[in-house]
């Protein structure tokens, strides 16, 4: 069994920071790339930022240069530094691991409960 726990939602103004940690949990032997993910109301779920095991990243535009995703290989953590914050910037942020090995399974992705940011005056 594997659960991947999100936090560090919350409210903050424009131009802001918030810092998103997500943590898998389980027998983990271990996990190819890790991402953080984005669902605002009404819109379709869309990549933020993605990491490979080897530490490649690669930004959705909307997110390159504000944002900056890294990872604990070691801990089976991934975290996400949110810059500049916009009100667009708003929704359910989803953690995602792909490929997370434990024991002789293979899992093709897992995916936390979400964590919600909100950018408000």
């Known amino acids: 069994q594997v659960q991947l726990v999100e936090s560090g939602g919350g409210l903050v103004q424009p131009g802001g920071s918030l810092r998103l940690s997500c943590a898998a949990s389980g027998s983990i032997f271990s996990i190819n790339d890790m991402g953080w993910y984005r669902q605002a109301p009404g819109k379709q779920r869309e990549l933020v930022a993605r990491?490979?095991?080897?530490?490649?990243?690669n930004y959705a535009d909307s997110a390159q240069g504000r944002f900056i995703i890294s990872r604990d290989n070691a801990k089976n953590t991934v975290n996400l530094q949110m810059n500049s914050l916009k009100p667009e910037d708003t929704a359910v942020y989803y953690c995602?691991?792909?490929?997370?090995?434990?024991?002789?399974?293979?899992?093709?992705?897992?995916w936390g409960q979400g964590t919600l940011v909100t950018v408000s005056s």
């Open positions: 995602k691991a792909e490929n997370v090995v434990v024991g002789s399974r293979r899992y093709r992705e897992v």
């Open positions: 990491i490979t095991n080897g530490g490649f990243t």
